[in-house]
T-cell receptor
Framework: SQELEQSPQSLIVQEGKNLTINCTSS?????LYWYKQKYGEGLIFLMM?????EEKSHEKITAKLDEKKQQSSLHITASQPSHAGIYLC????????????FGTGTRLQVTL | NAGVTQTPKFQVLKTGQSMTLQCAQD?????MYWYRQDPGMGLRLIYY???????DKGEVPNGYNVSRLNKREFSLRLESAAPSQTSVYFC????????????FGSGTQLSVL
């Protein structure tokens, strides 16, 4: 099974600061997803990366997949209270249905 | 659009009781999944179904059974609930093309006393 390690496990940043969350696998990632979960709610899709070296951005969030496709990072620029929540990376082969597994999550708090 | 609908949203059970969590999607997705989320453990896959009539075990299938009733519905059954099954349960589905985003339900919070 795909084992994904996220770091850090939790993060407290001051509003306006930048931050990075990492997701690492011992196996090649064939499809890497980033989701966000607000406390006590469901999961919101952020981005999906498939190609080595791929980078995607949405508003102030940028996700990258390294060339070897074993590590992804999620970078938030100028954090805001609305960015607070749990960030999860998930991965699994594309194509037909398969075991999509997730990391343990990174809990982000943004202080004023 | 309803998306992925889970019922119930909350449930309290006594040890040994049984119950079924229901999940339905209206997006004509082929694949459906059940995950559980525990503090500090992220999402762990319980069972998944690639298509109607097929199911496969995930990372933590013990104590659970599933049924893919039709293309829309995928249920999760706890035959004899245990306190270790206290968790938040999420159902998800996806379409098997290049853009394989998972769509999640809003979750079921289950407590087993």
């Amino acid at each position: 099974s795909q084992e994904l390690e996220q770091s850090p496990q939790s993060l407290i940043v001051q509003e306006g600061k930048n931050l990075t969350i990492n997701c690492t696998s011992s196996k090649t990632l064939y499809g890497l997803y980033w989701y966000k979960q607000k406390y006590g709610e469901g999961l919101i899709f952020l981005m999906m990366l498939q190609k080595g070296g791929e980078e995607k951005s949405h508003e102030k969030i940028t996700a990258k997949l390294d060339e070897k496709k074993q590590q992804s990072s999620l970078h938030i620029t100028a954090s805001q209270p609305s960015h607070a929540g749990i960030y999860l990376c998930g991965a699994g082969p594309t194509g037909t249905a398969s075991k999509l597994t997730f990391g343990t999550g990174t809990r982000l708090q943004v202080t004023l | 659009n309803a998306g992925v609908t889970q019922t119930p949203k909350f449930q309290v059970l006594k040890t040994g009781q049984s119950m079924t969590l229901q999940c339905a999607q209206d997006m004509n997705h082929n694949s459906m999944y059940w995950y559980r989320q525990d503090p500090g453990m992220g999402l762990r896959l319980i069972y998944y179904s690639a298509s109607e009539g097929t199911t496969d075990k995930g990372e933590v299938p013990n104590g659970y059974n599933v049924s893919r009733l039709n293309k829309r519905e995928f249920s999760l059954r706890l035959e004899s609930a245990a306190p270790s099954q206290t968790s938040v349960y999420f159902c998800a589905s996806r379409l098997d093309t290049l853009r394989e985003k998972l769509f999640f339900g809003s979750g079921t919070q289950l407590s087993v006393l």
